[in-house]
């Protein structure tokens, strides 16, 4: 069955610096991906919608600068949170839609558990 | 814009118990409907979904959801609960358009009793 493997899986980092987050799918095409955040006990919040080839289409509230996001090729896309801060430690989660799937399939990644101290 | 509603944020069942969770969104067209468990530590996966068709939708696990569309809901029920079903159940809309985005519920968190 389709697969996304999400990386790092959890990773810790200093206020200021930047941290990449990828997200590949290993047995399948993926024109868009999804990258979701999710807070303890809350539900996944979507930040943004990762196409292939052109630029992510951010949900409102979402900063931009802040989480960058590149679709380079059909099967990875990353997120990099720019100088981060405590308040954006938070669960990660990726999602993946195969390309041409009629049956609106999504798979998700095992998400990334990011602390900033 | 679209929006997914759970009303039970947590629930506590026995064992044997029958569970019914509600799901209520607000959108006008056609929509593609999912229920998704999340497993203690583990990944997102999917249990059921409702794209057209017979609106009693059967899933995996024994679980399954009913599409009522003059209510705009979509409740997941198992007729017996498990230990092994405590998890978190999240209920996620799809509208269509360009992006196919999934919208979520909150989740409600589910803990059976042995």
């Known amino acids: 069955g389709a697969v996304v493997s999400q990386h790092p899986s959890w990773v810790i980092c200093k206020s200021g610096t930047s941290v990449k987050i990828e997200c590949r799918s290993l047995d399948f095409q993926a024109t868009t991906m999804f990258w979701y955040r999710q807070f303890p006990k809350q539900s996944l919040m979507l930040m943004a919608t990762?196409?292939?080839?052109?630029?992510?289409?951010?949900e409102q509230g979402v900063e931009k600068d802040k989480f960058l996001i590149n679709h380079a090729s059909l099967t990875l896309s990353t997120l990099t949170v720019t100088s981060a801060h405590p308040e954006d430690s938070s669960f990660y989660i990726c999602?993946?839609?195969?390309?041409?799937?009629?049956?609106?399939?999504?798979?998700f990644g095992s998400g990334t558990r990011l602390t900033v101290v | 814009a679209q929006s997914v509603s759970q009303h039970n944020h947590h629930v506590i069942l026995s064992e044997a118990a029958s569970l019914e969770l509600g799901c209520n969104y607000s959108y006008g067209g056609t929509v593609n409907l999912f229920w998704y468990v999340q497993y203690p530590g583990q990944h997102l996966q999917l249990l059921l979904k409702y794209f057209s068709g017979d609106p009693l939708v059967k899933g995996i696990k024994g679980f399954e959801a009913e599409f009522i569309k003059s209510k705009f809901s979509f409740n997941l029920r198992k007729p017996s609960v498990q230990w092994s079903d405590t998890a978190e159940y999240f209920c996620a809309v799809n509208a269509g358009g360009a992006t196919n985005k999934l919208i979520f519920g909150t989740g409600t968190l589910l803990a059976v009793q042995p």
């Open positions: 999602s993946a839609r195969m390309t041409g799937a009629s049956n609106y399939g999504y798979t």
């Open positions: 990762s196409n292939e080839g052109s630029k992510a289409t951010y």
